[in-house]
């Protein structure tokens, strides 16, 4: 009974710790979740409540109602999938893309749909990059930001063999524009990460991070990792696919078993070989080692029955001294 207790304890604090992550993930979707909206697409429920909103007939705002909604299931979409296409969860995904939209929005003129598939392009560059070249993820984002501000201190961050100064952005332009044949202007935002995108390719960084999904256990770590947490958002959201959710998180881990399956076969093949190593070595230091313990203990024989003399003494006194104590305080005890 006792032990049924503790277990239905543990599964409670379990269940609470659960529910508490649920609700703090979810309430940070709903909030990336509604920038998503103000940047690409629109809180209207209706291309009526949409005209209404801006003041138009629906006539006049269809297309662009359209165009909006376009962009915005693209971007969720996109941020589903970035669990193995960017080894991100779908908030990460949203918290990263609305930090630099609105820039990017407005170099494309106002065109969210293509605004949409830009900025899911910058990401996974930005994944690619990390990946690849084993720099933390934050500090790329920064620098992806900066650009934003046309700010360029950071783009030696990136690795890609360019210093932080805008010269350096437009010495990576004018690369770019020698292997694609399009002209990039720094002015532009578009245009930068497009030139990024084009290095990066050249450089053969493009596409590792999907990559190391498939094939790699850090790939496919990550992606379990992004899966799982947003399996916890899903949880809290009424109208999230809790089916394709789960299979998601099973299709990873599946690929986390299969990189690391090839490892453990590794071990179990090389302990024989190991075992063997050492018990030759073992055997073959016994002797060396079975002398050195003999040695040891006559040696400390002999200094014990070198001490006995001195000891007795020291020995006597303190017992005497036991025994004198407890004779003293017999009546208290």
Excluded: W
């Excluded at 893309?97 to 990017?104: D, H």
């Amino acid at each position: 009974g006792a032990t049924m207790g503790a277990v239905a304890v543990a599964a409670g604090a379990a269940a609470v710790a659960l529910a508490k992550k649920v609700v703090s993930s979810y309430g940070e979707f709903e909030q990336l979740e509604g920038g998503v909206k103000t940047l690409f697409g629109t809180e209207a429920t209706s291309v009526e409540e949409y005209a209404k909103s801006v003041g138009k007939n629906v006539s006049e705002v269809k297309d662009e109602y359209n165009s909006l909604l376009a962009a915005q299931k693209q971007v969720f979409s996109d941020a589903n999938n970035a669990y193995k296409t960017a080894g991100l969860s779908a908030n990460q995904y949203m918290e990263t893309v609305t930090s630099f939209s609105a820039s990017l929005i407005s170099s494309l003129n106002g065109d969210t749909e293509a605004s949409a598939k830009a900025a899911n392009q910058a990401i996974i560059d930005m994944s690619d990059n990390a990946n690849k070249m084993g720099t933390d993820m934050s500090l790329i984002q920064s620098a992806y930001q900066g650009f934003a501000k046309q700010n360029y201190t950071m783009l030696d961050n990136l690795k890609l063999g360019y210093g932080g100064t805008k010269t350096e952005m437009e010495r990576l332009l004018k690369d770019a524009e020698k292997i694609s044949g399009i002209k990039y202007d720094i002015s532009n935002l578009n245009d930068v990460y497009s030139a990024i995108h084009v290095i990066q390719t050249e450089m053969g960084i493009t596409g590792t991070t999907a990559d190391e999904a498939e094939k790699t256990i850090a790939g496919s770590a990550n992606a379990l990792k992004g899966a799982f947490e947003n399996l916890i958002s899903g949880f809290g959201n009424s109208s999230a696919d809790i089916q394709a959710l789960c299979n998601n998180v099973a299709d990873s881990l599946s690929k986390v078993i299969k990189n690391i399956t090839p490892v453990i076969q590794n071990i179990i093949s090389a302990l024989p070989i190991v075992v063997d190593s050492l018990m030759g070595a073992i055997v073959q230091m016994f002797p060396t080692l079975l002398e050195s313990i003999t040695g040891l203990f006559s040696d400390l024989v002999e200094t014990i029955l070198t001490l006995i003399p001195e000891l007795v003494p020291t020995v006597i006194t303190a017992l005497t001294t036991i025994i004198e104590t407890l004779v003293e305080n017999l009546p208290l005890l």
